[in-house]
């Protein structure tokens, strides 16, 4: 995303925010099977730990609004998400405007030799907390890193399975 114009009713979400997270994996199927298991969006709760994911608006395309809830004990985080782009079978593009969570991301498919996709998943967060968000990003993104990375090796590890 450019970020450059924000996309219609998404205000400041739809710009890239200070929070950068790029996580990358490899799957061994061809890039249409994988884009299609990526767009089940209530079977990414297989592969993103402790959260639950389900459409709440639309039919999954564009225009629609996935809510993914995590929740460890009795912590609760609700992420909401606006599908502003499809691009069969090479990329999506979602908003996240919900309360805590926002900013831009991407997943893209990059069809390889051998039938396999290199998958590549961006976001862009607005960090909470003003300037001490700021400060405690480079304390955070590690572990942020190391979940979007670990989501993703599980998301392929299904996707070669046949289970998504």
């Keep these: 995303m ?95 405007c919900g309360k805590v969570l926002r900013g831009p991301g991407s997943v893209r498919c990059t069809a390889m030799s051998g039938d396999r996709t290199q998958v590549v998943l961006h976001e862009w967060f607005h960090l909470p907390a003003g300037p001490a968000g700021k400060v405690a990003w480079p304390v955070l993104w590690p572990g942020s890193k190391l979940g979007f990375t670990g989501a993703l090796k599980k998301f392929g590890r299904l996707v070669e399975q046949g289970r998504l």
Aim: proline residues 7%; hydrophobic residues 45%; without cysteine.
């Design 2 to 96: 450019s970020g450059a114009e924000p996309v219609d009713g998404l205000g400041d979400a739809s710009r890239p925010g200070t929070g950068e997270v790029t996580a990358t994996v490899i799957v061994n199927a061809p890039a249409a099977r994988v884009f299609a298991a990526f767009l089940n969006w209530e079977g990414q709760s297989q592969w993103i730990p402790f959260t639950k994911v389900r459409v709440v608006e639309g039919d999954g395309g564009e225009g629609s609004l996935v809510e993914a809830i995590t929740a460890i004990g009795p912590a609760s985080l609700r992420d909401e998400l606006r599908v502003v782009k499809v691009n069969p079978p090479f990329e999506v593009r979602v908003v996240h």
